[in-house]
Structure formats: structure tokens, C-alpha cells
């Protein structure tokens, strides 16, 4: 029983990991920008694809390749920014919409060039880390959470400790005022864009060996981050971290338990309970959309 | 006998702020009452907290000795309670006739049945009749098919009283209604308040315009700082010596 | 006069419509119908200015009340569709608690996670709801017989007619809804819900109003869509049929009554007519998304007010608030 629950623990920080990155994504430029990315779970599956694509069949490095998902799905971001959400800036609900155009352009275009079918990624490495019998970590798991970690406490020390990140919060905070103190909001844009963009790309990346890579593979996701950033609260990234954790956890030990839909079932009624309790979200303020 | 509304202990804290601090007064029935005092005094928090948009920290608010604080703003509305709001707020992408009938909700309540069979055609046209005479009343018979957003500000003002008026309140909360108005407008509106009075319905106003109020105002209450600070009629108020100095002191603006 | 002749006009366009179609065609407009009834009836929710994800999974809650109670029941096909949307819409009221707690961007997630919860016990209850495989077999409608006419309803056509009755009584009744003081009362809820609240609107009753109501006929027209297609399975009713009643509002512009049918005409034509007849399936997606992001960037008030433009009179008439803005 023991070795039961400290296994799917592990398995919940996996899942944890990777979650945590796409959700303060879609966080950060929910923040900044004040539009829902309903596409962030496209981006996800875009980074995948570049792993498919470079490392799969033309047999780069998979690092390497996974560094490449990272730029590119930041390029995307910087494409939505740039094509989408500027000029959308005072339409919300436009920028909304925009981002399911580009959606289903994401979807079509990994359909196009590598067909419906799952993607069979040779594996990264076989090495298991053998806690005992049956509790096992794999390494490529390990490299999501160890990379999880470095570029989470990365993005806290950019965000606390720069000049930048001083600015992004503050235009996430309030961009007329972040405007009048001589702030870029276009340039916070885009840094809050690639960041997002990239970090869905490189959780995207990273677990493309572990999961299986289809074109429609973002839905799961985007429902996944959609419950986390509402349980950590809209707008708050140590929010999202956490919330991400606590939903691994749940759902990873409700599937292990019991079965797959009851945790979906589970989560997305923790998210309801807690938009009943708190309607703007735990940490939540004041309505954006 | 008890007076039509009255405020008891009535206070509202912000955090930390207290923006009206126990305060207390009465309008009787069918009189015109002022609420005045400088700016940041708590005059609209006060509005708020009778109307039922804050519900107040502390004391109470009586409608005909009832206590009606803590109730919604619709709930407040239904007993007869009617305010307009500080800065013009309409229904801008709505014209002016359908601004008016909004107001006519009350007296009229919507049936959804009667609505899709077209059994409704009596209070439709009572509704009608009646969001026309209080446009007409307040000088916006010509205005009405307009959008209330393109109005001038000294209309808009005038619509919000009329849309306020439409539901034929026994008392109604008017926040800084002559802001915007010229000399003329203004001189004019009072007119029409005194003619409201004087058909039944009781006024509490919250103005600028001294003259304005010393001119209307049977009773005037005064605050400060969110405190009771005199009462009594345009004369007294005018000669009273802690309202000089609340407003010389205050040295900014007469609010 | 001039009006009765358009009506007629209209009625006469539509039945012959369907006999120049391709039998493909045939099942589109078939389709095109039902939506039409879920995109008017998801604007009446938008009248109050939520803006919900779930519509498309209510809808399903008709399909699958309507399923089983004739299933079970033995109650005839079109009570069965009555009873579907009451059903949808009891089923809003029920959510309504929670949901209207909240406003704006949080609606809307929990819209959706309310609708998703929804899928997913349909999923997890093989019985009554069939898993995921959903329900086979529906009961179709009988066939019957107006004397002139036959109708056989394992013909698009017979059904498009069908649907067009019961579609078209649906939109008279939104119609009627939208412009009657009930339809003011949801404007005003709206733009300026303090000054509304202020005029005795209980703000909370006539946001559930709209739910309620708007969930009721996206209950007929799933409970519609349910006789025909004689199948439904819970991804009948995901987020991808969402997106798209959410596209055709968007583009169509919901500030009219004719602006969402709009959308749901011209885009469904677009993408199942014109790109498909081109023989463009795997690209459909690709221009679909390219045609929506152009039309918010280029025509943010929606297609609607390229009608507009054309017919701009200042017509004097009451409750026309969807000229604003
Ligand atoms: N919602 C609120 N939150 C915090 N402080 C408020 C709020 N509303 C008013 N205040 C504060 O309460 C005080 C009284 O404000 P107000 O009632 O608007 O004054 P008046 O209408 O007399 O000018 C002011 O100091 C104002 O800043
Ligand atoms: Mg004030």
C-alpha cells in the first residue's frame, strides 16, 4: 500500500510539473493582456510537434530539439501578440475569438503536415530510477520536473528581481498607470507572449516521448490549465503553482483509485466548489473579461 | 409619529476608512431635504447605504419606521426608495423613451407570457403614457427617439431624474443633480422639484449649488468627515457657524 | 401588406429550397436549421451580457432527455422534444445557483466546467446515458400524412420541414421575448445593472430568466437534432460544437436578432458547402480559423452591420436598441 502511494505520488509530480508550466502561462498572459488564450493548449501540442519533427525524424539531439520547441512556441506567442491580441487590445472578447481562429489553424496545419495518427517518439532514455520494487521515477519523467523547477524559479527570480519583471507586473497590475510610468506595454506584451508561449512549448517538448502526440492533444490540457488557473486564483502565478500541484495530486490519486473520468469529474467540481465560495477565483480580483 | 425615513447610528467603514461614522437624521413626508457637506464628507456612501447598493456596517436605516438596511437595491426600490446616481448613468446605447421605460418597471412589472401572446397591450401602453409624461415633465419630449449617450450633459441629468420619476416613487435620492446645468437649466429643474414636492413625493438632495439648495431645501442636514455636524432650515445652516467653518476650513471646495 | 408578401415569399423560398439541393446539401440545411434555433436561442442568454460556454452541453441535456423518454416513455417524439427543452431548462435553473455567483470572465469558466461535468456523467453512467458510445437507435418521428403532403422522415426534406415549423415558432417566441418590456428589462440588466437594479429590476431574476429560457430551446433544438440523427454520444455536444455557436455569434454580431442566424448561415454555407465542394477537407480548419480571425479583425461589429449599412433607416418604432453602439 505504501509503495502504492508513494509510486502515484511520484506520478503526481510529474504531472504536476508539466501542468504548473502551462498554466502560469496562460496566466502570465492572461495578466498582461487581459485575454483568454484559448489556443495556450495548441501551443502546448505545437512544442510536441517540434520534438516529432526534429528529433523523431531528422534525429537531432532531443535537448536540442526540445530547446528549439521552447523558441519556436515563444515565436508563436510572439505572433499572436503581434497579429491577434494588439490590435484586439480593447477586445476582450475578440482577442478570445482570435485565439480559437489561430487554434484551429494550429490543429489544421499538424494535421497537414503529420497526418491524424499518434506519433510513435522513440524514447529518450530507458533509465528508471528504482526507489524499490514498485516504485519507479523514469528519467524522461525526471527531466519534466527538474525542468519544471529550474524554469519556474527562473521566471520568479526575472519577475521579483528585474527591472523587467518589475514592469510586467506592474502592466499586469494596471496598464494605464504601468503606460503613464514611462512603461512599454507593448514590449511587456511581448515578453509576457514569448514566456507564456515557450513555456507551453517546452512542456509540450519534454513530454512529447511520454505522451501521445495527436493534433487534437491541446484539449485536454487547456481544460486541465483552465481549472488550475481558476482554483489558484486568475492572475496569480504562486497561485497557479500550487494549484497545480494540488489538482496533480487529486487527480493523479482519484485516477489510480478509481478511474480517469471520476477525476476529471472531481477536478472540474473543485473548481466549481471554489468558484462558488470565492466567485472570482481563490486569489482572484477584480473581473478582466 | 414616525417620519417617512430616517437614518439611525448610520455608518459604513472602508478598511480602515470610515466614510460615514454614526450618522443620524430624519425627512419627513413631503418635504425637500438637503445633504450637504464638503467634498469627501460621505454624502453619496450615505446614498448608497439607504438605497441598499452598501449595506452599512453599523445602524440602520427606517422606511416608515421599517428597517430596511441590509435589503438589495431592487428591494429598497420596490418599497418606494428611487435614486439617481453622481455621474450620469444611463443606459447610453438605449434611447431616450426606452431609458424612460426601464423606469416604468416597477408600476408595470414585465410578464413573460403576457409578453409573447400580446396580452400585455394595457400595461404596455400605461408604460408608455407613463415614461412619455416624465419625459415631457423634465423637457425631453422632443429627445425621446435619441440614444441617450448623445444627449448633452445637462439632459442626461435630467433623463436620469425622469427615469428615476417614471416609477412614481414616495421618495426619491437625487446625487448632485445640477452638476453640468447652466444658471438657466438649473433655475428651471428647480421648478420642476418644487413641483414634484408638491405633488407628494419627497426629495432628499445631495447638491453643490448653495443657492440652490438654501432655495429648495425645507430642512438641510449638514456632515463632515463622514459626522453629523447641524441641522436645520436654510437660514440657520447658512448662519451656522461649525458649517462656515467646515467649509472655510476644508479651504477646497463647497460640496 | 408589404410585410405578408415577404413572409410568404419566404415560406414559398424555403419549401422549395430543399428539392434543388444534393441529398449532402440536404442534410446541411437540416442541420443549419437546428443550429439556427441554438445560436438564436444562445443570443437571448447574451442579451444580459453573459457570455456561456455550456449552451452546446444544455442542448445535449434536451437530446438526451428527449432520447430517453421516448425510449423508456413511450411518449411521442414531439412531446418528447417539449419535453427536452423543459427538461434543459430546469436543468439551468438547477445551475443557475451557482452559476450566476459569478460574472463576466468567471461565467464563463464555470459555465464550462459545469457543462464538462455534465459530459463527463454522461460518460461514467452507462445506464441510462450509454457511456461513451451515447445512445443508438433514437426513436425517429413517425411518419405521417397532411393530405398534400407525406411526410417521410427518413428524408431531409420531410425533416427539414418538420424542423422549420418548429424552429420557426421557437425564433417568434425569442422574437416576441426580445421585444416585449422582458426583452428592455434584459438590456437594461446589461448596460447599466446599477441603474436597472435602481429602477426595482431583480437583477439575479432575470439573469436566470434568460438562462433558463435560452437553455429551454437549446433543449428542443438538441432534442431536434437527437430524432434525426437517431445517435447521440457525449462528444456530440464538446467544446467544438461550442467554438462554433460561439464563432457564428461573434461573426454574425449580437447586436441584432438576425445577427447570429447570420453568422450560423453564412459561415455553415461557407464551411460545409463552399470549402467542402472545393475539396478542401483538410484544409476546412485552416481557412475556417483564417476566415475567423479576419472577420474579428477586419469586421468587429460582425457581418450584421455590413447589413446595417445597407439598411440604415432611422425607423422612429420602439425597442430598437440593436441600433446602438
Ligand atoms: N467603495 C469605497 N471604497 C473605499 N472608500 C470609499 C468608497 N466609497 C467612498 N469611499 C471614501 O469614503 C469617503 C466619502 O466618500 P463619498 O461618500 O463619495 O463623499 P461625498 O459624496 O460626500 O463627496 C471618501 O473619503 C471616499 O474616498
Ligand atoms: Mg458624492
Redesign the pocket.
Known sequence: MFELLAQTGLNAVYAASYISLVAVGLVLIFGVMGVVNFAHGELFMAGSYVVVALYADRFVPFFVAVAAGLVFVGLLGLLMERALFRPLRDNPLGGLVASIGFLMILQALAVLGFGVRMEHIPPVTQEVIAFSDRVRLPVARLYVIVAAIVMLSLLWYFLKRTRFGWALRASAQDPQAAALQGISVTLTAKIAMFIGAGFAGLAGALTAPLVSVNPYMGHSIIVTAFIVIIVGGVGSLEGAVLASIVYAFVHTFVTTFYDGVLADITGLALMLIVLIVKPTGLFGSADRA | MTSLLQVKDLTMR??G?T??DGLNFKVEKGTIHGLI?P????????FNMISGFYTPSDGAVLLRGEDISGLQMHEVARRGVVRTF?HSTLFAELTVLENALVGTHMPFRPNIFAAIFGWDRDDRDGADARARDALRFFGLGDLMNEHAGDLSHGHQRALGMAVAYASHPDIILLDEPFTGMNPEETKHMMGLMKRLCSDGITILL?EHDMQAIMGLCDNITCMSF?KFLAEGGPAEIRNHPAVIEAYLGGARHV? | MRNLIIWIALAAGLIVLPNVLSFSQQEVLVFLTINILLVASYRLLTLTGEWSLGHVVIMGVGAYASALLTKTTGLPVPLGILAGGMVAALIALALSYPLFRMKGFYFLIGSFAAGEIIRLLWKRFRDPFGGTKGLKGIDPMPDFSVGFYNFDFFEPTSYFYFAAIVVGVCLWILWRIEKSPVGLTFHAVHWQDKLAQASGVNLRAYRTLAFVIASGFAGISGALLAHYIGTINPNSFDVEVMVFVLTWAIVGGTSTFYGPILGCVVLTILNEVVLRELGLEQTRPLIYGLILILSILFMPNGLESIVQKFTRRKEAGLMRPEEAK
Open positions: 472602508f478598511g476608512l466614510a460615514v457637506g467634498n469627501g464628507a460621505g454624502k453619496t456612501t450615505t453622481q445631495v463622514g460640496a
